[in-house]
């Protein structure tokens, strides 16, 4: 009984002495709260970077306007955290390869943050139907040559779409002069830029009024390349081991239709999955050639999937 009843007081005193912890470690006011926060928890207004340029096109942050929209873009992508730290993880796949591509068609490296702008590195379709990387409509795409029917889709193909994007751009930068203009152009079309700039009698991005979506457009892109250069200096702790990995692959030359891409697909040693996966240009369960055009299908190297 007296082992119980020590037991018992132990008890309640280890009860009190909680209590009373609880008492002053918790705030009881809204001031102590609001104590707590700002203690506790810090978010911070970020430093304007002194020098910021696009294409090596330079961004005036002189002006204030400038300077402010500037602003709202690098506040907004940064404490955006998790949407930012995927956008980090899938450039370390995708970038080596939009980068080759751009050097290719002589188009600026910082035209791959434009990419992450229009799909966030993702084979997404929009509202309007835009799809792929660069988020080109049906007949945009068709204009430039891509294929798309209920069978093959070449806005999701990367080497194809990253092709037509810096036809697109390029032609847009012949027209307006500079490689800012020509971004905005990629956003509200070759026509309605120039029906601006002739509206108010200007000749730079920077001095012409747009619509909301366009005048935030490019500030968004220099957001994303600056906080993804610099990912340090705005609290991104991503290590190499976290990013994802480009897989890599060898291409096989079709010219000939398949009836079914599951049984197609075992005899490449992969499954229907894998092959979408890689090739999500291929739109349907079959390829419908009669054309006998020659596709190139992207097979993964052995070793990256383990399959049952």
Known sequence: MKTMTKIGAGALLIAVVSISIYAVQSPKTDAAITEKIANDYGVHALPMPAYLEFAGERVPLENPDIMERMDRELHVNTYWQSNMIILMKRANKHFPRIEALLAEHNLPDDFKYLAVAESSLDNVRSPAGAAGFWQFLKGTAKEYGLEVNDYVDERYNLDLSTEMAAKYLNKSKNRFGTWTLACAAYNAGNGGVNKQLERQDADDYYDV??????????????????????????????????KYQEIPTKKIVVDYPIKDFAVWSKEQGINYKILKIHNPWLRDTYLNNASKKEYLIEIPQEGYYQLN
């Open 209 to 242: 009024l747009l619509n909301s979506e366009t005048s935030r457009y490019v500030f968004r892109i220099l957001a994303f390349k600056e906080i993804m250069t610099n990912p340090k200096k705005y609290g991104f702790n991503v290590r190499p081991a976290d």
